[in-house]
């Protein structure tokens, strides 16, 4: 609970601390001194591997380990039936559903856990896995998500008791009946039109630089279990091993090192983890598991897939009134999606975008297919990245069919600047913004009317014959929800989101903050500091952020879904305000003042009138250490902890455009421009948050273009290596042109909205706008993502392809 003590109020104008800076931990990054899970070696480590199915659907007759186990390197062959006599076979997902830690009866999905070796070597390990000898019986496959609930379908999940089919969930949010009502009145009235379109969010994969791993050490001795991992909520992990193995939580300590890069790809628990445990619990020996980059590509969760059909009730002037949406969703062989416990679809609900709608609602439908499981929240706040895309297109879709500018139709859509904070038609409250200014500012820096002449010109050249490239400007404006979450509405497999922070001040004035977050490489150990800094007058340097362990932090559930700034930002200002009350009561009494008679001023305690009689923070925290005679029942030192129960999730937003360059007889798209105006709130520092930006463009940039993990007929993965799932470089991304708008968050102690998954969030659909704008003059009026020049090529004949 918050200490309502503390006093929550707007953030400074120019608060003392924020700013550009270059990163703390930059220093061990860029001399090659990361210290990631695959570098920490421990003595008579010993390393495992993985046997992973070769079909995606198949009955297993028998596994035969004793051509691995005479290996004379290999320490153990654990399978499904080890496992299952330890009652570990299945574990629980962070969606309710359970998943196979080694596959016992049947395989699931190509890449599918079937045994695990463990070897003094990590080379003799994967040499092992070939001498194990699995008979399959191969099963026909569910690869189709839009069949999957067909009669007669093969049943993916038969494990589960009295299971005939592949369903996993119906979910639905907004007001079904309202919206049938302005559905019916559109149809009926002349003046108005119903808009529909079908809209993939194709299966995409975060593909973090650094693959998932695990080194396990059980202490015989002590009975205490470390587990150094790749995870992004090391809390939520212990935890949940705690429930699981049955092993006390003081027992356990998750330990996460330095972290390449995670986007939601490090949030759930993976078969190779919990094997990595009870190795080193059979072998008595600490054990090592890293997975290589085609185990990451096929295996851990993927996201998206999200089969989308939209439709918009709308004037022929442009006012939209409704949307009504029917959602496909593709969750894989186990619904393993960490998402808060009331939203299967995440925070799909956020469909209706940045626009003032009179009614809206979706259905979603999660499936089973013979897949990877899916439905991770890749860079985004819980299925936002699929639902701000889907608004997107049909905005652009409704322009098109209407023929109006589609920055017209936006202007004229957009939530206004008094109507925060506003409760969406499906329930959302938004804090803050001024969305029509936020896009101007977009349009303005783009040159939008200058834009939309050369595109003139360039379309009055092709028609005649002249062979140029066509220009296309594709905008997006996009609303996130981020900062998960409120304790009554959000729990993962019941965990409230909470956070804790943890600060002690030093003697010497040097402090040291624990925080629950888990940084993957987005600063926290610095702009975590910088909130510190400036709301104790400190430098930034003083203080150490301290996160990643959960013996030395507090409790909280992570980093994902941009919710460290939000939640543990917000619970670093409040603990650093409740040292500040503490250091006002000792300065008090160093300065032989009533506590009343101070003020907060220029990054000291100072006597109201007389700026000559203060003291900071550090001379406060040696008096405080000291044996100064403080007032009765106040106790010494400056330590304080708080728990940070966030009121409401913060809602950043921005306006993004794209301006390419295609080629409509290659399908060549070039990305000649992108603008990203990004509104999120307070910047702790600017520079980490355009750092944040210029990375999710990236990423958009390749969702858009060039990405897309599909299965063939039998269930093979074909997305399985990077020279198949391209990641964008330097060479497809412009060079961004960024701005910004500040609102600050209302209700954030500093005033600081997410920022972290934005622009992977905004930048798609701006991306797939502006293709499908340049090739207007082929009468294309969408097509799914990814649009290789194959994809754009067909679609410009008139045959978009199919995923
Ligand atoms: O949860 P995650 O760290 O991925 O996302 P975030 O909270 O949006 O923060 C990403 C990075 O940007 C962190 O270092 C933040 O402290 C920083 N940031 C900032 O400087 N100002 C903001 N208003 C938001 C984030």
Known sequence: VQDPSVQIHAAPETPQGYGSMKRKEDARFVRGRGHYVDDIVLPGMLHGAVLRSPLAHARIVSIDTSAAEAHPKVHAVITGETLAGLGLAWMPTLSYDTQAVLATDKVRFQGQEVAFVVADDKYSARDALALIDVEYEPLTPVIDAKTALDRGSPVVRDDKEGKTDNHIFDWESGDSAATDKVFAEAEAAEDQVVVTADVLYPRVHPAPLETCGALADMDPVTGKLTLWT????????????????????????????????????????????????????????????????????????????????????????????????????????????????????????????????????????????????????????????????????????????????????????????D??????????????????????????????????????????????????????????????????????????????????????????????????????????????????????????????????????????????????????????AMVARKVRERARIVAAAMLEVSADDLEWNDGRWQVAGDPEASKTIAEIALAAHSSLELPEGVEGHLDASCVYNPPNLTYPCGAYVAVVDVDPRTGTVNVRRFIAVDDCGVRINPMIVEGQVHGGLADGVGMALMQGIAFDLDGNCLGGSMMDYLLPTSLECPSWELGETVTPSPHHPIGAKGIGESATVGSPPAIVNAVVDALGPYGVRHADMPLTPAAVWSAAQGRPLRT
């Open 419 to 572: 109507q925060f904070p506003y409760q969406s038609a499906t329930g959302w409250v938004y804090d803050s913004g001024d969305y029509p200014h936020t896009l101007q500012v977009a349009l303005d820096k783009a040159g939008y009317q200058e834009l939309r002449a050369e595109q003139a010109e360039r379309r009055r050249r092709h028609e005649a014959g002249e062979r140029v490239d066509l220009l296309g400007i594709g905008l997006s404006f996009f609303t996130e929800a981020v900062g998960a979450g409120p304790r009554r509405e959000m729990d993962i497999l019941g965990l409230g989101m909470a956070d804790g922070a943890d600060l002690r001040v030093h003697p010497t004035g040097k402090a040291v903050l624990g925080i629950s977050a888990q940084t993957q490489g987005q600063g926290h150990e610095t702009t975590f500091a910088q909130i510190v800094a400036a709301e104790l007058g400190m430098s930034p340097d003083d203080i150490e952020v301290v996160h990643g362990d959960t013996d030395l932090t507090p409790f909280g559930l992570g980093t994902y879904g941009s919710r460290s700034t939000p939640v543990s930002g917000a619970a670093t």
């Open 230 to 417: 790749t995870t992004q909520a090391p809390h939520a992990h212990r935890t949940l091993y705690a429930m699981v193995a049955g092993l006390p939580e003081h027992k356990i300590r998750v330990v996460s090192p330095d972290i390449g890069g995670g986007f939601g790809n490090k949030v759930g628990i993976y078969p190779g983890y919990v094997c990595a445990i009870v190795a080193s619990i059979v072998t008595g020996k600490p054990v090592k598991w890293m997975e290589d980059r085609s185990e990451n590509l096929m295996s851990t969760s993927f996201a998206r897939d999200y089969h989308m059909r939209g439709e918009v009730a709308v004037t022929k002037d442009g006012r939209i009134r409704a949307v009504r949406v029917d959602v496909l969703a593709d969750h894989g062989a186990f619904n393993a999606t960490a998402q808060p416990t009331k939203f299967p679809a995440g925070f799909f609900g956020v469909f209706t975008g940045s626009y003032d709608l009179e009614a809206a609602h979706c259905a979603v439908t999660g499936v089973y297919t013979n897949k990877a499981s899916g439905g991770v929240a890749y860079a985004c706040s819980f299925r936002i990245t699929e639902a701000v895309y889907l608004i997107e297109r049909l905005v652009d879709i409704v322009a098109h069919d209407l023929e109006m500018d589609p920055a017209e139709l936006r202007m004229k859509n957009l939530l206004h600047a």
